[in-house]
């Protein structure tokens, strides 16, 4: 059914809604952060490195499993905002019926793949003396948790659609709770292994997939298959899509897994476990920027979808700096105390994850905000134009990392060595160019609009950590916690008068009046 032109938009675009929706993400997310925070500072204080490198070693093949998902699902998403966007309810259902067959075989083949993996882990990875069983039933229970999660994940797509994303991490939240509290249970009365990480992780998914599954169905009736509806020609849309996604995203997963494996090949547990300490910071620094700016895509598509260019010129530039602004605001401590936190968290036993740390975020000044041209791209349909330079760029990395780790031996600091000179070079010269050729801007836009007013609150507030620093090197969280409160008022007050726009400015003041209104 089309809709009248009088009707309100299937797809609200509203940049109140966006906000709701990602603070909703961000106190999720920390509570999330916390934990794997505790966790890991507790695994690694009682049980040996061996012991604790399965769980990057396992996670990290584990990687490429969902590239499996990705050439099937990763159009859904964006045709079904599409369709929903221009009011076509009855192509919501055809796009799901066209492809749920595929994710069928898809499941069904991840669980044949998992058994012998499961059975055969010996043989694939260099695993600890002692730990065998334990990587084997790591391996069958992650199997399982994403064949299921796999075979509901269309069904999910309600709320991406409405753009209930509160309700969403309300969800996530309870199975993060349950998550925790399965760990504490496990950790308590059967004893300190790591495989009871994996155990909580699996029943917890499990159970909150089912929920999410059937409430998503509720606010959005149309996600249903019909045997009748299937559509050869839709399905090649999605899968024509879907085969540049996977492939940008197998680059990407490339890079990330073969990390730990190189080092678990060709350096010493201690590496794996110190690369593993310093990456999860980029990585939990990834997964929230992630979840914040996943609230933003279905309005961004339905800009692009109704021939909106203004606005959607306007949003990729104020996304450009929100990105900007949040990762930075985190990025920039974490370099600059890096020692001193990696100090306070597991001890100077494991000070290379410091350097690793701070490599990996290094380049981050320049690259930040580049995120927007994948979202940007997804929203166009144009993802084929920028997958090939994608993978030039994770092979490079790859390489790097090989000649850094096994011929020089550098080990973990070599594998983050290595990624940041890949990231640097590829934002500089491909990134910035790429951006401003898809979406047709200019270098002095990109410069005037995104970029400085992006990193001026970086400059402000990162002196401020940095002379703190060198006036005295913080030795307690307490003292740690201080110098990145101070540092980020001057962040804050920096971003309010060098960062925001009048329009901006405008509606922070309101948003401020509304709030302090309710409490007098």
């Known amino acids: 059914m089309e809709r009248d032109d009088n009707d309100k938009p299937y797809i609200e675009i509203s940049k109140r809604l966006v906000i709701i929706n990602s603070v909703s993400s961000i106190l999720t997310m ?8 505790w966790l890991y500072q507790y695994l690694i204080r009682r049980i040996t490195p061996e012991e604790f490198s399965l769980l990057p070693v396992v996670w990290s093949v584990m990687i490429f499993i969902p590239l499996l998902t990705v050439f099937f699902t990763s159009g859904i998403g964006r045709y079904i905002i599409d369709a929903y966007a221009r009011g076509d309810e009855e192509g919501v259902t055809r796009i799901i019926s066209s492809i749920f067959p595929f994710l069928t075989v898809c499941a069904l083949l991840l669980l044949v793949i998992g058994g012998l993996g499961a059975l055969n882990v010996g043989r694939i990875l260099n695993i600890p003396e002692g730990q065998l069983s334990a990587a084997r039933l790591m391996f069958a229970l992650l199997f399982i948790t994403f064949a299921y999660s796999i075979s509901a994940l269309p069904f999910q797509l309600g709320f991406q659609v409405k753009q209930k994303f509160v309700a969403s991490n309300l969800l996530t939240l309870a199975r993060t709770l349950t998550k925790i509290g399965i760990v504490f249970v496990l950790l308590l009365s059967s004893g ?6 994996v155990v909580a992780d699996t029943a917890s998914v499990v159970v909150f997939t089912t929920v999410k ?12 298959y019909r045997v009748r509806m299937f559509d050869l020609s839709t399905a090649k849309t999605i899968l024509s899509f879907g085969l540049w996604s996977f492939l940008a995203q197998a680059a990407i997963s490339l890079r ?6 190189i080092l678990n090949l060709f350096a010493t547990p201690m590496d794996v476990t110190c690369f593993h300490i310093g990456s999860s910071f980029r990585k939990q620094t990834d997964h929230i920027m992630q979840n914040i700016f996943v609230n933003l ?4 598509i339905a800009m692009y979808s109704t021939n909106n260019r203004m606005l959607f010129l306007n949003t990729y530039h104020r996304g450009y700096r929100y990105f900007m602004w949040i990762f930075l605001f985190m990025a920039i401590p974490l370099m600059i105390y890096r020692k001193e936190l990696i100090a306070l968290y597991v001890g100077p036993k494991f000070m290379a994850s410091a350097t690793v740390l701070g490599l990996l975020f290094l380049a981050s000044p320049i690259g930040a905000g580049l995120n927007m041209v994948w979202r940007a791209a997804v929203a166009m349909g144009r993802i084929r134009e920028i997958t090939p330079y994608s993978i030039c760029i994770q092979l490079a990395n790859l390489a790097l990392t090989i000649y850094l780790v096994r011929n020089l031996q550098l080990g973990a600091v070599g594998s983050a060595l290595s990624t940041f000179l890949v990231v640097l070079f590829g934002c500089l010269f491909i990134w910035i160019p790429l951006s401003i050729r898809l979406l047709e801007i200019s270098l ?21 950590w940095f ?10 969280w307490f003292k740690l916690a201080s110098f990145f409160s101070i540092g980020a008022i001057v962040y804050l007050v920096a971003l309010f008068i060098l960062g925001l726009d009048k329009s901006e400015k405008k509606d922070l003041r309101r948003a401020l009046g509304k709030y302090f209104a309710v409490f007098q």
Do not use: C
């Not at 300190?192 to 990480?197: E, G, I, N, Q, R």
């Not at 990330?256 to 494996?261: G, H, Q, R, S």
């Not at 002379?467 to 307690?476: D, E, F, K, V």
């Open 192 to 197: 300190v292994w790591v495989v009871w990480v």
């Open 30 to 37: 920390a509570i999330e952060l916390l934990f794997n925070f």
């Open 467 to 476: 002379a703190l620093h060198l006036w005295h090197p913080p030795t307690t």
């Open 213 to 224: 599954f059937m409430y998503s169905r509720r606010i959005l009736p149309s996600l249903k």
């Open 256 to 261: 990330l897994a073969m990390n730990p494996i």
């Open 444 to 464: 002095h836009d990109w410069i005037h609009k995104s970029f400085i007013p992006g990193i001026l609150p970086a400059i402000s507030g990162g002196l401020v």
């Open 297 to 300: 895509q279905p309005a961004f």
